[in-house]
């Protein structure tokens, strides 16, 4: 059975850090795309970051380009998004995504997307 699982939210000050995880359980991560995306209240959900299955390129959105990274745990089967300089517009739900199709290349449509996880809470607030 397929299943993502987000963790590693949580309450941070402006200017620290955070670093979210997504295990992914009944298929090989590294043989996926998969991306991560946030959805702030009121707002649409949006892609923020995607690693590609094979050579693990990285893609950022503008605005947490130089903040953000994206990396893989092949072994344990984990994508992590590495969160640095966080900002109160970052304040969101965070959602891992695996693109639909073995070695899919990584894509922005929403629904090229065939399995997502439940979530992550991260805010930040002084």
């Known amino acids: 059975q397929v299943q993502l699982v987000e963790s590693g939210g949580g309450l941070v000050q402006p200017g620290g850090s955070l670093r979210l995880s997504c295990a992914a359980s009944g298929f090989a991560s590294a043989e996926y795309s998969i991306s991560w995306f946030r959805q702030a209240p009121g707002k649409e959900r949006e892609g923020i970051s995607c690693i590609s299955h094979r050579d693990s390129k990285t893609y950022y959105l503008d605005s947490v380009k130089g903040r953000f990274t994206i990396f893989r745990d092949i072994l344990a089967n984990k994508v992590y998004l590495q969160m640095n300089s966080l900002e109160p517009e970052d304040t969101a739900i965070y959602y891992c995504?695996?693109?639909?199709?073995?070695?899919?290349?990584?894509?922005?449509?929403?629904?090229?997307?065939?399995?997502w996880g439940q979530g992550t809470q991260v805010t930040v607030s002084s």
């Open positions: 995504a695996r693109v639909g199709g073995f070695r899919s290349t990584c894509v922005d449509q929403k629904d090229r997307y065939d399995y």
